[in-house]
């Protein structure tokens, strides 16, 4: 099988450009007894690169990817080839591979069988993966949002806060989000149900657009993006706000990092700011996926992918998707899903 593959080759100094990598054709390599190929369908495009690209955006104990090689990312596809007896030829997988168009799992690797019965193969690195599983520890457990409490959520319309800003409103919180577009904005109000939301690019200023959405401030702030929308909220928390610091996308292509002038007002609202990172709440994965299952077949909560076509088109639309072009969670769509 002749593979096409993207490797990691320069370290971007600020934002990634096109020169990070190489696209190469080569053949894969021929199995071993307990190794699977997986011709991949759907690979995963998250903001977490970038920091491992190279910067100061790592969560703890995470290490930079390494220069050439295939740039690792969770995957969705099917067993092409297996010397694996929990593995067969057919079966739909998920799993830890890379920005290619075969993966080989040695020795079946991380690979778990997807479960059709649970919506879409793609939803397996999506909602009901990793930016699901995260957006529920950050507004649950972090965020533990109560009743008519306001919940802001910043990169509303993305992977990760689609997802967060719609749990919060079924547990009965007043929802403000906000994006880079308009179109983005009215998806966050029309489709994903938010009280409402604004753009954060064209309002006079995000304080003001606080001021108008949050008329009784901020009790849980959902934080995807840092920077100058973090110093805005921090000016509008109540006293006892919790803030799940789920990430800040803003400041990852910065070599200066923006600190917010007003970190002191955790101390006199008696608030709590947590950065969480998703690796350390995987035990709760198992039970994570029938609650979200139950809750997109009832149409609770709905969930939107942003898909790319073409291997080729992986590295731009990776910087894209760091540029704000996504609408919903972006996904590389490489080979045929046959479910479709
Ligand atoms: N803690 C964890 O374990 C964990 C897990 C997954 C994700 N995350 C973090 O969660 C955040 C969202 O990730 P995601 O996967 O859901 O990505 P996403 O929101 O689907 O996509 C990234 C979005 O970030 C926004 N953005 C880019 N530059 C920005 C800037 N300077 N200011 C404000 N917004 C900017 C863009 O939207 P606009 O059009 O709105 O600018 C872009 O569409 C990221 O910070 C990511 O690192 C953390």
Same mark, same amino acid.
């Given at each position: 099988m002749q593979n096409r593959r993207i490797y990691f080759i320069e370290r971007p100094d600020g934002p990634v450009t096109p020169a990070c990598f190489d696209i190469r054709d080569e053949p894969t390599p021929g199995l071993e007894e307990g190794d699977v190929v997986v011709r991949n369908i759907y690979l995963s495009c998250d903001p977490y690169m970038r920091g491992r690209m190279g910067g100061t955006a790592n969560y703890p104990g995470s290490k930079n990817f390494p220069l050439n090689e295939v740039i690792p990312a969770r995957v969705v596809g099917q067993v092409e080839a297996s010397q694996n007896s929990k593995f067969k030829e057919g079966d739909l997988v998920w799993g830890f591979l890379g920005w290619e168009l075969y993966s080989m799992a040695k020795? =079946?690797?991380?690979?778990?069988?997807?479960?059709?019965?649970?919506?879409?193969?793609?939803?397996?690195?999506?909602?009901?993966?990793?930016?699901?599983?995260?957006?529920?520890? =950050?507004?649950?457990?972090?965020?533990?949002?109560?009743?008519?409490?306001?919940?802001?959520?910043s990169s509303a319309s993305g992977a990760v806060g689609q997802v967060a800003g719609q749990i919060a409103r079924l547990e009965g919180c007043h929802v403000v989000g906000s994006a880079g577009s308009d179109e983005k904005v009215r998806h966050i109000v029309d489709v994903l149900g938010f009280n409402s939301a604004f753009n954060y690019k064209t309002v006079s200023s995000i304080g003001d657009a606080l001021n108008e959405y949050c008329p009784n401030g901020i009790d849980i702030y959902f934080e995807n993006v840092g920077g100058e929308t973090l110093e805005a909220v921090l000016d509008r928390i109540n006293v006892g706000a919790r803030i799940p610091v789920c990430g800040q996308i803003s400041q990852y292509d910065s070599t200066v990092r923006f600190e917010p002038c007003n970190i002191d007002a955790l101390e006199l609202k008696g608030a709590l700011m947590q950065k969480f990172s998703i690796y350390e709440h995987m035990d709760q994965y198992d039970a994570f996926l029938p609650w979200m299952a139950e809750r997109m077949k009832a149409g609770k909560i709905v969930y939107y992918e942003d898909i790319v076509d073409g291997i080729e088109n992986t590295p731009a639309a990776f910087i894209g998707m760091m540029q704000g072009e996504n609408l919903g969670k972006r996904l590389m769509r490489v080979s045929e899903d046959p479910t479709l």
């Amino acid at each position: 099988m002749q593979n096409r593959r993207i490797y990691f080759i320069e370290r971007p100094d600020g934002p990634v450009t096109p020169a990070c990598f190489d696209i190469r054709d080569e053949p894969t390599p021929g199995l071993e007894e307990g190794d699977v190929v997986v011709r991949n369908i759907y690979l995963s495009c998250d903001p977490y690169m970038r920091g491992r690209m190279g910067g100061t955006a790592n969560y703890p104990g995470s290490k930079n990817f390494p220069l050439n090689e295939v740039i690792p990312a969770r995957v969705v596809g099917q067993v092409e080839a297996s010397q694996n007896s929990k593995f067969k030829e057919g079966d739909l997988v998920w799993g830890f591979l890379g920005w290619e168009l075969y993966s080989m799992a040695k020795g =079946g690797g991380d690979l778990r069988v997807i479960d059709p019965f649970l919506g879409p193969i793609s939803h397996a690195i999506t909602v009901i993966g990793m930016p699901g599983l995260t957006a529920r520890v =950050g507004i649950l457990d972090i965020g533990k949002p109560k009743k008519g409490e306001t919940a802001f959520i910043s990169s509303a319309s993305g992977a990760v806060g689609q997802v967060a800003g719609q749990i919060a409103r079924l547990e009965g919180c007043h929802v403000v989000g906000s994006a880079g577009s308009d179109e983005k904005v009215r998806h966050i109000v029309d489709v994903l149900g938010f009280n409402s939301a604004f753009n954060y690019k064209t309002v006079s200023s995000i304080g003001d657009a606080l001021n108008e959405y949050c008329p009784n401030g901020i009790d849980i702030y959902f934080e995807n993006v840092g920077g100058e929308t973090l110093e805005a909220v921090l000016d509008r928390i109540n006293v006892g706000a919790r803030i799940p610091v789920c990430g800040q996308i803003s400041q990852y292509d910065s070599t200066v990092r923006f600190e917010p002038c007003n970190i002191d007002a955790l101390e006199l609202k008696g608030a709590l700011m947590q950065k969480f990172s998703i690796y350390e709440h995987m035990d709760q994965y198992d039970a994570f996926l029938p609650w979200m299952a139950e809750r997109m077949k009832a149409g609770k909560i709905v969930y939107y992918e942003d898909i790319v076509d073409g291997i080729e088109n992986t590295p731009a639309a990776f910087i894209g998707m760091m540029q704000g072009e996504n609408l919903g969670k972006r996904l590389m769509r490489v080979s045929e899903d046959p479910t479709l």
